[in-house]
C-alpha cells in the first residue's frame, strides 16, 4: 500500500476531506485507477494536474513508475511556464 499525501486544496475536496491517505496500488497506473474508483474525479485530476514525489524523487510522467510496498507519493500542482 502506498501512503499519498497532499496540500493541494482540489485533492482534498475531491478525498473528502483527508490530505493523506492509504491506496493499494504496485504502480502509478494502478494508483491513479485506485484513486479513481474510491474518488471519482480524482485520478483524472491528478493525472492532469499533478506532479508526483515518489519516495523524495519528483516524476512529471510517472505512470509507468512501480511503488514499493511502503511508498510514499507526496501529490504537488504542476507549474505551467511558457
Excluded: K, N, Q, Y
Aim: charged share 20%; proline share 5%; net charge negative.
Amino acid at each position: 500500500m502506498a501512503w499519498v499525501s497532499s496540500v493541494d486544496s482540489r485533492v482534498r475536496e475531491l478525498a473528502g476531506g483527508l490530505s493523506r491517505f492509504e491506496v493499494p496500488a504496485a504502480t502509478v497506473r494502478g494508483l491513479i485507477a485506485a484513486l479513481e474508483a474510491r474518488w471519482p474525479g480524482l485520478g483524472s485530476h491528478v493525472e492532469s494536474a499533478m506532479a508526483l514525489a515518489i519516495d523524495g524523487e519528483i516524476h512529471h510522467d510517472a505512470l509507468g513508475e512501480p511503488l514499493a510496498a511502503d511508498a510514499e507519493v507526496v501529490l504537488i500542482p504542476r507549474i505551467g511556464g511558457g
